[in-house]
């Protein structure tokens, strides 16, 4: 939930996960402005369909597409929106997790990650990840991703909210804080014996 | 295209480290702007001069290969018979924290210490030669240094080095003669006696706070608990300081550390209580507090 300003963290309550249509969530890291904006092409874009009355949703898979044409076209005009993003959802009872960086790049998988998440995150999702968790199991590997990126991201602040997307539709958690751990006796007097280390 | 560094600070900035490496001077790492000068970057650099990052995941991890740096938060405060030090415990290497438990406080004898700050390795370099030159001092005075003697010496080094080095120090100490004193000596190799110093890219957030709570004469509980919410308050606001905080009180009787990780540490605006995982809150059975 962080928004920083350079090194400043200066605000610790922007809500980077927001819900799009019936069917998807979008998670957004960088400019805070540009995924504002964003969100209004996505408003549109919901809205339009909508509007054709037909009974049919666009589901996350096509909002991903959109997402991915809108930054790669930006790109294209050097004036890219400078974000990445998650684009995840369930329709008709299928599941679609993808991303879409500020160049255009955009692929699917069962895990993705932005930033740090990338270096951080994602190895240990490959090596716990694995089909049919549940919502708790998925959770406490989502924490554990969290709590990492927390002590090794700069621009992490510890606010998170986590979102669970279902047939039924989208559920986001309110903002909470993760425990952290740094009573190691290594830590304690790191420097003994070798004055002026770190 | 070669060395472009412009510093842009409206969002984490992006790194290409290729051109880093002609800045010899950067203790900070100077971000270059991605933007259009990707694609022009990648036919230029000589794949022998590529960084480790070949692949970029995510232009916004920034360079890894940076140099360290401690952003950090460092304060050095007076008291009523001796000196309190006060530091954060984050490197960082751009935007990555190498070391989430450092010890910027530092010994240079068993009276005076030395609060670290900005380029590790230029602080690093700097406290092992003054140790050096005040062991040897030592031992010709045939008693300690005096605190005074010490700060010259760091002085003399930063000074005499200001184009190559990037890095602010406090030092403090107590000596028989003056007592407790604090020298803050910040980049250009200034030397300054002050009843309390603050260094650090955190201590930008401090100015006003110690404005309002500094006092003179305090007691060495006053003086720590003082130290202790400096730098808990820097942390909350500066990117490059964070971890634990640690603190040495040097007075007659002798040195102590103390250590206090983050739960030992208040909260402050729109911080939350830590929680072992979202499940503990689902279960506490409020009504579902997931919102659609």
Known sequence: MGGSYGSTLRYKSVERLKPVGKHSLIGASGE???????MRYLDDLILSDNMWDDGNSLGPKEVHNYLTRVMYNRRNKFNPLWNSLVLGG???GQKY??????IGVHYEDNHVATGFGNHLARPLLRDE????LTFEEGVILLEKCMRVLLYRDRSAVNKLQIAKITEEGVTISPPYSLKTFWNFSAFENPTHGAEGSW | MGDQTVNSYI???PAASSARKLCFYSAFTHPLLIQGFLLLNYSNSSSIDRSAQNHIMDVSTGDIDAPHSMGTTIIGVTYNGGVVLGADSRTSTGMYVANRASDKITKLTDNVYLCRSGSAADSQIVSDYVRYFLHQHTIQLGQPSTVKVAANLV????????NMLQTGLII????KYEGGKIYGIPLGGTILEQPFAIGGSGSSYLYGFFDQAWKEGMTQEEAEQLVVKAVSLAIARDGASGGVVRTVTINSEGVTRKFYPCDKLPLWHEELEPQNSLLDILSAGI????VS
């Open chain 1, 90 to 92: 369930v329709k008709n």
């Open chain 2, 287 to 290: 009504p579902d507090p997931m």
């Open chain 2, 11 to 13: 969002y984490s900035p």
């Open chain 1, 32 to 38: 805070i402005s540009d995924f504002q904006e964003i």
């Open chain 1, 97 to 102: 997790l993808g991303t879409v960086s500020m």
């Open chain 1, 129 to 132: 990840w694995r089909e049919n």
């Open chain 2, 172 to 175: 403090g100490g107590w000596d």
């Open chain 2, 155 to 162: 002085r003399l080094l930063s000074y005499n080095n200001k």
